[in-house]
């Protein structure tokens, strides 16, 4: 326990003062760094890789599922993956020293309102080892310092990436100790991150909704955590047949693992009819099951081929992470906004009409990370939405909503020129 | 228990609902409640004079000391000054359905980051009455809807202005329940609301230490506080002596009861005795104590008529509220930067100098919410920023940082206007 303690004690006092010189780094240095770390990700393939295979046959042993595996699997290819998205956020511009706003005031001071990073971030995730790289970059972009937190079964794969990230920076100019990575696996330390309020400005939590919540539940400092993403399409009765086959269609099976997913399609009956076979055929092509409400059920049980479930009262709210949806037919607008108020994540909703005002009234009642006319939830992602790269993304309101790109790990000072000014 | 439980239970999901409807209400609307409660205010005075004469005298026999009874005292004075801040708010801009930023993608999708409401703001305060009517009209302002906690000491006052407010906002179009009152007066009530993370957004506690300090370690939802405010004001060695006397004067004697008043002064070894001398002589003439460290001492100790006190060491980082303040001389700007890390809480910090290489460094390395160069530290307000009424000074770097405004009250969606885009 006491060399728990001090492992972790030691490396945020490190990180605290190394904050304190990042905010004021140069661009230059900062992206010199980035390029280092893809260039070493690169020339340290063959041991990454060796590292990686030490995790990954331990796992195997361990009997991991495939799934786990493929996460916790690095090969050349994803190496250079990673190393491309190091460039890529090194490109990006510096959001560190904008100037968001100026006013002068009457009495000749002038106040600006400018960008500086939030301080010492905490990273706590669980097996993917890119989460490494991924973190500590954005992090380091936005000129914060992080302390890295990762799984045990991916330890040599962490370690090796952390070491390679640490000694790129370090040669570039970062300070000793903005990146830091703790060594000891015992779980307690993650419990002892989540109380250190006065070294860590932010936590952020990567893997299953059992540790998102254990971190909400248990941290003193603000977390920023991607929520689950229970996400609606509605389709309108003046949508247009087409976009609203192909939206829906896209946003389920395009990639349904993720949290920008279609999870439950809500039909105006007055276009159920028309819109229902349609796309239920499109969704028995690729073998998605439906959960149906007895109206859909009554529709579409005069097609064949199709995989049809009654929906059961669970399967609203329900984020499917696969090839499931659930479908209800609604008799309004009216019942759509009830149905996603009382059901939704917060995270991405869709609506799908020729009707802007309509459309005008979903986008301003819909209250969720992102709303969208007529176009897929998959869009919701901070290299979509031309962002750069992202954290994650988060439904909560406070702070930063929505995909957490550079600018979101970041704060502000407020900074006044004055000439000798008092108050009267 | 259950009787507390019900009115809380039953207001919040009031308030939940009421808030879905508040984030597309118009501006006049808005407005037209506040300058209703403005008007109410002056009709009503004599009803809540007697309301308020009630507490007042409950309080003067149960041996309230004085300072406290004149911060529960309504005046007809007071209720016109509150007047006027209501109408100062209604006649700021609306922060909500501002287009904070437009792109549009290469795939044709427009993405408009949106300004919206919070949602619910739950306050608890303590006894000053004029907290209900402030907090109340800045969350209706800014979209939001409130959940009031008032302390028992000013129940019947705050039951009087509640009342007040809700019925000039229904009047003018605000829903039900936008604004809500806790009558009851049971102490768990506050516990209570700060589980409350599914139906109330933000907690705001407004009041002294202790109360701010439970809020923050037992709120499972973000709360926003204004936090201490231990200022420091630095006298470099290139400082012009009158701006730097008067600077010095203004922040300590102002009004040295709030957050934003000067505690310890710094002074470079070059520019000591210079200046030490003039200033203690001007804070002699209103008789602030002068906790001096050893070298301030040796110097101090020549002139006569000074209130000299040999700083400990608890005096450094200390907020003082008081005509108290700590002297010490250093001997650099790093000196300064690193005592200032050590002891400052993140709220205001002021230098002044003539040499704009070290404003620059100052400016870069202090770490708090604003920070000067050649003003008092007494600046920090939203009003004297220009934002408009505050509802505190915040000193974390999540969400908002400094003055807290209508802006700060609020979050963003994105919304994405497409024509049938799916991702490719």
């Known amino acids: ?88 956020v090194a490109s990006l511009p510096d959001p560190i020293g904008e100037i968001i706003e100026t006013r002068t005031l009457s009495n000749g001071l002038v106040i600006q309102k400018k960008r500086v990073p939030l301080g010492v971030i905490g990273a706590i995730y669980e097996s993917r080892p890119n989460v490494t790289v991924d973190i500590s970059t954005l992090c380091l972009k936005a000129g914060n310092t992080v302390i890295l937190r990762g799984g045990k079964e991916s330890i040599h794969s962490n370690r090796a990436l952390a070491n390679l990230v640490c000694e790129a920076a370090v040669k570039s100019g970062i300070p000793d100790g903005a990146v830091t990575f703790i060594e000891t696996l015992d779980r307690s330390i993650v419990n002892q991150m989540l109380k250190m309020g006065s070294h860590i400005d932010l936590i952020v939590p990567r893997g299953g909704a059992g540790l998102i919540k254990f971190v909400k539940e248990n941290a003193v400092m603000p977390v ?73 059920l009554s529709i579409l049980n005069q097609l064949s081929g199709l995989k049809l479930v009654p929906a059961e009262d669970d399967d609203w709210g329900k984020e499917f992470l696969s090839l499931v949806i659930a479908i209800k037919v609604v008799a309004s607008l009216n019942e759509t906004l009830e149905h996603i108020s009382r059901y939704g994540s917060g995270h991405s909703e869709a609506i799908v009409t020729e009707d802007s005002d309509t459309a005008k009234r979903f986008l301003e009642e819909v209250d969720a990370a992102c709303v969208y006319v007529n176009a897929s939830t998959r869009f919701t992602d901070g290299s979509q939405f031309g962002l750069g790269a992202e954290l994650g993304i988060s439904t909560q309101k406070m702070h930063a909503r929505g995909p957490i790109g550079l600018k979101e790990i970041t704060s502000y000072k407020w900074i006044i020129f004055g000439n000798g000014q008092i108050r009267p």
Do not use: W
Not at 72 to 83: H, I
């Open 224 to 296: 920023v955590a991607g929520g689950i993403g229970v996400c609606h399409t509605y389709v309108d009765k003046d949508a247009n047949l087409d976009k609203a086959v192909a939206i829906a269609f896209n946003a389920k099976v395009q990639r349904p693992t993720v949290c920008n997913a279609l999870d439950s399609l809500l039909v105006h009956k007055d276009i159920a009819d028309a819109y229902l076979p349609k796309i239920a055929t499109e969704f028995a092509r690729v073998g998605v099951e439906i959960h149906c409400d007895a109206i859909s």
């Open 1 to 88: 326990m006491n060399a728990v303690n001090n492992e972790l004690q030691l490396k945020a006092e490190i990180a605290k003062d190394a904050a304190r010189f990042m905010a004021y780094l140069s661009s230059e240095i900062k992206n010199r760094a980035l390029e280092n770390i893809a260039v070493e990700l690169l020339n340290q393939s063959s041991n990454l890789l060796v590292a990686n295979k030490l995790d990954y046959s331990a796992a195997e042993e361990s009997g991991m599922n495939t799934a786990l595996l493929d996460r916790l699997l690095l090969t050349e290819e994803r190496l250079k993956s990673m190393a491309r998205d190091v460039k890529a």
